[in-house]
DNA sequence: GTGTATGGCGCG
DNA sequence: AAAGCGCGCCATACAC
């Protein structure tokens, strides 16, 4: 079914209020799949309005992953016609695409289309029928790849995940500011003056210049910093904390403390408090798909990089309970299953799969396993992660064989593809510059050198790439089948209707953050339990999508808490 | 003044 | 011990 307004799909002047109650209409009505060109223009609108949709498909993620994607069908260096309407998406890549020929597919969902918040920078609005035209190209290009299913369910869980960011934003995490400025006064001391330091920093700096003789050093400048430590008799070459933990002098201890309060103020001091705190939420803005593996960023606001310090601020509203879940190894367990490596499933089935590597006879420790296995993952090749990696290989020669194999694609410059089908980007042109001048009769030493380095480079790039970014779709998917069943959850218990005048997240639980390989739900705390069972039913239902009745196992970290940090392992 | 590069460090 | 992946943000330094 299709909705288009009588002057050709276009509510230019439309009422927000309105546009709102008739997506809430036909949400009760039809349950459809709305497709837009980006889910940044619409979902705050409707979540404005009290509105959820169900599922979307966002052309602009989709068009982005089909573009670059090597699984596509006649995936070949050609010029392809995407419209100029679409923004090139984040994780687009250099690769183009053939369009299939004929591509006649029943392209089903509804569309609806109205016009966005024009920024001064977007492209010309697309008309709805320009909207089907490249909803059906995309649907014809999915359905033309090499393993259709998966593409279609990378396609749902991307755009899923668009909505989900927009809700994240929208709910926002429980923040409680009170204990947040506990935290802060405790370490800092009390809040300083505009232009001040607080004075923990300022009796830290005082030892500091004390100890290295230098009364008018700044801490705060490397390179002045740098000069005085390495007059004080400090052999170190930067300032960086794991290189100055190895010297015996008694400026040391006192520079590192600095540091490390001068990074909780300048990153989540009272400052940042007050510019990203409001109402007692924290309100991030996710940006999905921001990353080349399929992970997602954030823009604004460091909710990815929430120090473990501050994480005692989270705390779940009176009444209320968090459920923090996060999988445990999750790529490892990627990994293993990808490759379908046989032995190291069956290191993937118990609850400690480096603790089975153990038992297994394969290296000697625990922290030996975890080392090499991410030493197998990210490429290294030298220190006790280098050493042990051999090792790891001749007990799971087919997961070896799967990295090693990405790493020596991406060292040639070509694509690597995840389970689903997202593909790396192309190394850039200065990638290739390196590499050609190499190749060149009049090469030098140091060209030679130097574009070995950037092939390697890219190497452990697209070896960790499949890896990540297969994860990445696990969790992607872990996380829609959260929100799914928080929907059936909370209109089982005759929570919130589609319209709930600007409270949508009143009365029923709902996802308040994510982390890669982890989520937070909010939850009425008599709901609590039930909220459980769903993430760990979608944590089962998401290695069952993507890998099958695959001999792995994804078990959850699962906690029901009021505060973030009780919940910390 | 605005922009970019770099070092450093937080997270997974 | 500080390599070996993916990010964002801050402060400083230096370009224009």
């Known amino acids: 079914m299709e909705l288009l307004d009588p002057d050709g799909g276009i509510h230019r002047e439309l009422d927000p209020a309105h546009v709102a109650s008739e997506v809430a ?5 039809v349950a459809p799949r709305w497709v837009w060109r980006d889910t940044r223009e619409w979902a705050p609108v409707l979540l404005d309005a009290g509105v959820r949709v169900a599922r979307c498909h966002d052309l602009r993620l989709c068009g982005a992953i089909l573009a670059s994607s090597t699984a596509v069908a006649g995936a070949r260096p050609v010029v392809r016609d995407r419209p100029d309407w679409l923004p090139v998406g ?3 890549g250099a690769l183009e695409t053939t369009v299939p020929a004929a591509a006649s597919v029943d ?16 492209a010309a609005r697309p008309s709805a029928a320009e909207l089907v035209v490249e909803h059906d190209r995309q649907v014809a290009l999915a359905e033309a790849s090499d393993r259709p299913s998966a593409m279609r369910l990378l396609l749902a869980a991307e755009s899923a995940g668009a909505l989900i960011a927009a809700e994240l934003h929208a709910a926002g995490l429980p923040w409680r500011r009170s204990v947040h400025e506990r935290v802060l006064e405790e370490a800092l001391g009390p809040r300083p003056p505009v232009g001040r330091k607080p ?6 700096a005082a030892r500091v210049r004390r100890e290295l003789e230098a009364p008018s050093l700044r801490l705060d400048s490397h390179a002045d910093l740098l000069r005085a430590l390495r007059a004080a008799g400090i052999g170190v070459d930067s300032t960086a904390k794991w290189e100055l933990r190895e010297h015996e002098h008694p400026a040391v201890a006192p520079l590192l403390a600095y540091k490390r309060l001068a990074r909780l103020l300048s990153a989540n001091g009272w400052a940042w ?6 109402d007692e939420r924290f309100r991030a803005d996710y940006v999905a798909g921001g990353t080349a593996t399929g992970r997602w960023a954030t823009s604004g606001g460091g909710a990815l990089q929430l120090p473990k310090a501050v994480r005692a601020a989270v705390v779940a509203d009176p009444g209320w309970s968090l459920v923090v879940a996060d999988a445990s190894q999750l790529e490892p367990r990627v990994l293993a299953a990808l490759a379908r490596d046989p032995a190291m499933a069956a290191a993937g089935r118990g609850r400690d799969m480096y603790r089975s590597i153990v038992d297994a006879g394969v290296v000697a420790t625990r922290d030996e396993a975890k080392v090499a296995l991410l030493g197998a993952m990210y490429g290294a090749t030298t220190g006790d992660s280098g050493r042990l990696v051999p090792q790891l290989g001749r007990a799971y020669p087919r997961a070896m064989a799967l990295v090693d194999r990405a790493a020596r694609d991406g060292e040639s410059g070509r694509q690597v593809t995840t389970l689903l089908g997202r593909s790396s980007p192309l190394p850039p042109p200065s990638w290739h510059a390196a590499q050609a001048a190499a190749s060149q009769p009049d090469a030098t030493a140091i060209d030679e050198r130097r574009a070995r380095s950037s092939a390697r480079d ?3 790039f697209t070896r960790n790439f499949v890896v990540q970014g297969t994860a990445a779709e696990w969790a992607l998917c872990w996380l829609a089948g959260v929100r799914t069943r928080l929907t059936a959850l909370s209109s089982a218990a005759g929570g919130p209707p589609a319209v709930a005048s600007g409270a949508v997240f009143e009365r029923a639980p709902h996802l308040v953050y994510f982390l890669h390989d982890e989520l937070i739900v909010h939850t009425p705390s008599e709901m609590a339990e039930a909220v459980a069972d769903a993430v760990r039913e979608s944590a089962a239902e998401a290695g069952r999508l993507l890998f099958g009745e695959a001999p792995v196992e994804f078990p959850l970290d699962l906690t029901v808490s009021e505060s973030y940090a009780s919940a910390e392992p």
Request: charge should be negative.
């Open 107 to 122: 392209h089903g969902p509804a569309l609806f289309e109205v016009e966005p918040e024009a920024g001064p920078e977007r």
């Open 90 to 92: 984040p994780a687009e």
């Open 273 to 278: 408090l007050d510019e990203w705190v409001v």
């Open 199 to 204: 004075a923990r920093m300022d009796e830290l």
């Open 458 to 460: 890219w190497g452990r």
């Open 25 to 29: 209409r036909l949400e009760a009505e």
